[in-house]
């Protein structure tokens, strides 16, 4: 599985922006998704993740109710849409695909093994 995220941006405080990540190769059913950041000098962070039935969702605590996870199925591809953005929001965002064959989130790192190039999110305040 190949997956090629975008749609990071410059955006003011307040602002929302939609991340997608397009996978290629295996089709995504087949893998738990999330979506994961990363700011200089700490670990990499899940903030949401989407079981193989996109029933289940997980958010982190620091984006619960401003994030949503989604994905289709049609078009291989995986969505953030962040909402209300806030400065401590900036970050390296990435999406990764886990092997899976039961429908549950998977929130361990070390679980996840095709990983994006990473997209860049900053908000200014």
């Known amino acids: 599985v190949q997956l090629q995220a975008s749609g990071g941006g410059l955006v003011q405080a307040g602002d929302s922006l939609r ?3 397009v996978a290629s190769g295996r089709t ?3 893998y738990a998704m999330g979506w994961f950041r990363q700011v200089p000098g700490k670990e990499r962070e899940i903030i949401a993740g989407i079981s193989l039935s ?3 969702r997980y958010y982190a605590d620091s984006v619960e109710g401003r994030f949503f996870i989604s994905r289709d199925r049609a078009k291989n591809t995986l969505y953030l849409q962040m909402n209300n953005l806030k400065p ?7 999406c990764a695909a886990a092997p899976s064959r039961f429908d549950d989130v998977l929130t361990d790192i070390a679980l996840f093994e095709y990983w994006g190039q990473g997209t860049q999110v900053t908000v200014s305040s």
């Open 88 to 94: 401590e929001d900036t970050a390296t965002y990435y």
């Open 28 to 30: 995504l059913p087949s």
């Open 19 to 21: 991340l997608s990540c």
């Open 54 to 56: 996109l029933i289940h």
